[in-house]
């Protein structure tokens, strides 16, 4: 074959799992392994980490379950988790529907390896929950200022596009990497068509992984991971059970089952220094 150009194989690079613990909206009577305080999250994540999560997507709650903007929740959680292993740590800026915007960027305090961002609004469910233009702009400055790398959280094609305007025109530092959401009712659906669509919209070369909330989740996640995906993300963030009707016991239990469907698909499970690699974090 010297000589001869060859097209890079489809599954060549391993596939980062990423996990989101705790998330803004499920609660304990919904799930009741449901991590709250730093402690916890920090257990459930290091938990994941050995089942095969490379990266954690980071919520905090206050300890009756309210979704939290407590910096020091923040702090603890990722000190916890860096003392026992080497995942990537990764706060959302998107809080919850109700919080101010300042309150979404109290995870950049605790100096994390990486910062989800919001690049439009949409419903979410029957709330609303609203990312101006000038908001993102102040989110990726704050990110900017303590040299917190991004990734773009596009719940439909819009906020793709508004992110490429974002790196054009040097709205955002630190490189661009995006996580694909399916399904959060009011956003784009979970079905094959809006994945290739939101793949399509995807310049080449970027990080990009595959989030999907509901009955289609697996199937999402799968096609995905065919498709080249850099991730997937699991957790109670964004589903409770394991298989219909069935409450997952842990977070590790459903990135557990994530491992072995993506090694089942052909492709192998990234260690963390893959995972930063892969994310274009080194
Ligand atoms: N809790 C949602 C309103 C993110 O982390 O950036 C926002 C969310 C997305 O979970
Ligand atoms: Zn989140």
Known sequence: MSGMLRARNWDADPVVIVVAPTGAEVTRAMQPALPHTPNEIAASAVECAAAGAAAVHLHVREPDGRPSANPDYFRQTIERIRRQSDMITMVSTGGSVDMTVEERLSGLEAAPYLAGI????????????????PQSLHIAKAAADRCIPLEVEAFELGHIHAAIRMIEA???????????????????????????????????????????????????????????????RVGFEDNIYVRKGQLARSNAELVEQIADLTRSLGRQIATCAEARSLFQLN
Do not use: C, K, Y
């Open 118 to 133: 919001e690049t439009g609004s949409l419903n979410f469910g029957d709330d609303l929950f609203l990312t101006s233009r």
């Open 170 to 232: 040097g709205e955002l530092s630190g490189g661009f990497r995006v996580n694909l959401v399916f399904g959060v009712p009011g956003g784009i659906d979970a079905s094959p068509d809006s994945l290739t669509a939101m793949h399509r919209a995807l310049p080449a070369g970027i990080p990009w992984t595959v989030t999907a909330i509901g009955r289609h989740q697996r199937r999402m996640l799968s096609l995905g991971i065919l498709l080249g995906a850099t991730g997937v």
